[in-house]
């Protein structure tokens, strides 16, 4: 949430932009505050964080696949608006996160496995794993 929000403030500005290491910076520390652990969201230079993993995001439908700047898509916007809460994205990206993905992959890659039929969502198939795991061993 906190990057997604980084990137609002950001919007329009190239992805390897030096502005957003500072709001990165504070998404980091926070989040290592609360988990633990030593993660590293505010790199720089040319393996900034989104340069080097903006499919990601891309691949939750939250930046434009498209555009080279710092771009959201209107389900980007209304999260880092807080028009939709965590639990509401968390629940529409288990609901429509799907392989092949048509976010990030290529046309004819999108092609192949519609010509075989093939669709899956992921995470609601560990959803539903674990579910019927709790059903039969608890």
């Known amino acids: ?6 990137i609002y403030k950001h919007q329009g500005k190239p992805k390897s932009t030096t502005d957003i290491h500072e709001d990165l910076r504070k998404v980091e520390l926070e989040t290592n505050q609360l988990t633990g652990e030593a993660i590293t969201l505010a790199r720089e230079g040319k393996r900034n964080l989104f340069r080097n993993s903006d499919r990601y995001w891309k691949a939750l439908g939250l930046l434009e696949p498209k ?7 209107s389900f980007g916007n209304k999260l880092a608006e807080g028009k939709i ?54």
């Open 67 to 73: 555009s080279r700047k710092f771009q959201l898509t």
């Open 85 to 138: 809460t965590q639990n509401e994205f968390a629940i529409s990206v288990i609901k429509t996160l799907s392989l092949p993905n048509e976010h990030i992959e290529p046309k004819n890659e999108i092609e192949t496995w519609e010509s075989n039929k093939l669709r899956i969502k992921p995470l609601e198939l560990i959803l539903q794993i674990i579910k019927a795991l709790l059903r039969k061993f608890w």
């Open 1 to 6: 949430m906190g990057i997604v929000r980084a």
